[in-house]
């Protein structure tokens, strides 16, 4: 079994502050006007023993930028960044510099998870479920993987589908064992939500309770 490599170590408030001194003495350009240069995040990270000059940068930009945008997108963003993908493809580097306060992280999930024409609309079909069931059981919870065997269902959609679907297993088992045979099965959503997003494709779907879900 090959080796990985060592994931990066939290960071801590500490070196959170001394980042933010630092950012605010050397000043590299912002990550939503132009890259900064390499020898500004060099000079930064000198300050952040263990911490590479990707490192620091990846943190500013990623969590403690104050021009960072975080939470739901708005119908302007969507709109810009369909046009920026238009423009540019996927290469998200260039895309975020199009939509102010997001990041090429942030596009690519926003297009992969909610915008992507690619992504089926429909509810679930009871093959789907199946589908999805049989790969978690093979897989896990490895829901970039799972998302390859169902076409149109991004990974979000999948561990989201797997929830719901555990929730109505869980449910159907306490009724029975309560004795109540009559009660409903409803599913909150069909689809995923991404970035804490309540938008307007999520439906409901009635679900038949399979055995082999339990």
Sequence with gaps: MSSSAKPEKKWTPQEDEVLRAAVAQCKPQS????????????????????RSNKS????????????????????????KLKE?????????????????????????????????????????S??????????????GKKWNI??????????????NRYQSLTRVSRRATASVASGDSLTPVLLASSHAHDDGDDDDDTKSSKVRVDAAFC
């Design 84 to 124: 920026a993908i238009k423009e540019h493809g996927l290469q998200w580097w260039k895309v975020a510099r199009q939509i102010e306060g997001r990041t090429d992280d942030q596009c690519a999930k926003r297009w992969r998870e909610k915008l992507d024409p690619s992504i089926s609309r429909r509810p679930w």
């Design 146 to 159: 799972i998302s390859t065997m169902l076409p149109g269902r991004p990974a979000v959609h999948c561990r």
């Design 31 to 50: 990550a939503f006007a132009a890259v900064g240069t390499k020898n500004s995040w060099q000079k930064i990270s000198e300050r952040l023993p263990g």
């Design 56 to 79: 620091c940068r990846k943190r500013w930009i990623h969590s403690l930028d104050p021009q960072l945008k975080k939470g739901r997108w708005t119908a302007a963003e969507d709109a």
């Design 126 to 139: 009871a093959l789907e479920d199946q589908t999805l069931m049989d790969a978690w059981r093979i897989h």
